[in-house]
């Protein structure tokens, strides 16, 4: 079983419409909880962080975070053209491993249609 | 301006013949790695180093050899670079061990093809 899963897409949502991207985990320990974007070829770029349950809002990004179904989710709303793009979901394991460990679920392709 | 630097951007080489990728930042960062990226399989970590003289495997460090030398370089050395090398590689850094991860920053990537 993979540490960090997420389904690959592509997910195809119109202009202006809710993008719900999700990830799940498999380590009941882990502590931290991170969104990536990455456009083709290009390197990540942090966009959301989560540590506690519940939901964080920056802008059109929502992060959810259900520590007791190891369930951890994005929401873009009011999705853009520029939005199209790989989102990593990525786990800190746990505190024994300390913050080098990240660990990357494979990335689920967004395509936002005009 | 604060960046992770690599180069070269582009390689492709045959198999066997030795290779280096440079990674450079300038943010007087402590902590360096080195991460692998290919389809299906996501990010995953090959080496990374806590500071000058002290580098530690990751998850996929066989084939691969760095050093650290100097606080500011983080070398990738693939001495015989085989097919299944092929992959996009990213040198990330951050102020140091604990630092949290969103003061990581990712270099713009190094796509390899080993023929």
């Known amino acids: 079983q993979k540490e960090v899963e997420q389904n690959s897409g592509p997910l195809s949502v119109p202009e202006g419409a809710i993008a719900s991207l999700n990830c799940t985990y498999s380590d009941r320990g882990s502590q931290s909880f991170f969104w990536y974007r990455q456009y083709s070829g290009k390197s990540p770029e942090l966009i959301m962080s989560i540590y506690s349950n519940g939901d964080k809002e920056d802008g059109r990004f929502t992060a959810q975070l259900n520590k007791a179904s190891q369930y951890v989710s994005l929401l873009i709303r009011d999705s853009q053209p520029s939005d199209s793009a790989t989102y990593l979901c990525a786990v800190n394991p746990g505190p024994d491993t300390g913050f080098q460990k990240l660990v990357f679920g494979t990335g689920t392709r967004l395509l936002v249609s005009p | 301006e604060a960046q992770v630097t690599q180069n070269p951007r582009y390689l492709i080489t045959v198999t066997g013949k030795k290779l280096t990728v440079t990674c450079s930042q300038n943010?007087?960062?402590?902590?360096m790695s080195w991460y692998r990226q290919d389809p299906g399989l996501g990010l995953r970590q090959i080496y990374y180093s806590m500071n000058v003289e002290v580098t530690d495997k990751g998850d996929v460090p066989e084939g691969y050899k760095v050093s650290r030398k100097e606080k500011r370089n983080f070398p990738l050395i693939l001495e015989s670079p085989s097919p299944n090398q092929t992959s996009l590689y990213f040198c990330a850094s951050r102020p140091y061990f604990g630092s949290p991860v969103n003061e990581q920053f990712f270099g713009p990537g190094t796509r390899l093809t080993v023929l």
């Open positions: 943010m007087n960062h402590e902590y």
